[in-house]
């Protein structure tokens, strides 16, 4: 397995079916481009010429990074490509005062082996709110009108 955090490197329509049949979504390849470009540090790991997985964390270089993206293409799955991927972002964002880490519902255990623990107070915003409700991200809100009163 070849690793690198050389984004020159990918092809973002490459990147972008490796979200879709991870499965992640779909995310367009020029939105890829973007959020890794922004993103302090990032992963890619290959075999033979094929892209196996990437990862990203958005990080300020002091007080939090977020690791997210993580993906592993279902042909080398089962692997351990996933956790040397959080792995590697984990340790890369040492240092900084919390390390937060965005993952799908049920994949919490594996996580948690990696050192992460569930956050009681985290918060968010999905431009598709149902979709997200229906994917289990968030719960739905129990906000009874409040925000108009507001």
Avoid at 80 to 103: M, P, V
Avoid at 107 to 117: C, I, Q, S
Wanted: aromatic share 10%; glycine share 8%; proline share 5%.
């Amino acid at each position: 397995m070849e690793w690198t955090s050389d984004q020159d490197r990918i092809d973002w329509d490459v990147l972008s079916e490796l979200y879709r049949i991870a499965p992640l979504g779909d995310k367009k390849p020029e939105d890829l481009k973007r959020a890794f470009a922004n993103s302090m540090y990032k992963c890619f790991a290959f075999e033979e010429g094929t892209l196996a997985s990437a990862g990203r964390a958005v990080a300020d270089g002091v007080d939090c990074s977020y690791i997210c993206d993580i993906a592993v293409h279902p042909r080398f799955q089962g692997r351990g490509l996933g956790k040397e991927i959080a792995t590697r972002l984990r340790d890369l964002s040492r240092g900084h005062r919390k390390i937060i880490l965005y993952a799908n519902p049920g994949t919490e255990p594996f996580y948690e082996k990696l050192g992460f623990r569930p956050m009681l107070t985290a918060m968010a915003i999905f431009s598709n709110e149902d979709a997200a409700i229906k994917r289990g991200l968030i719960a739905p809100s129990t906000d009874r009108g409040d925000r108009q009163r507001h």
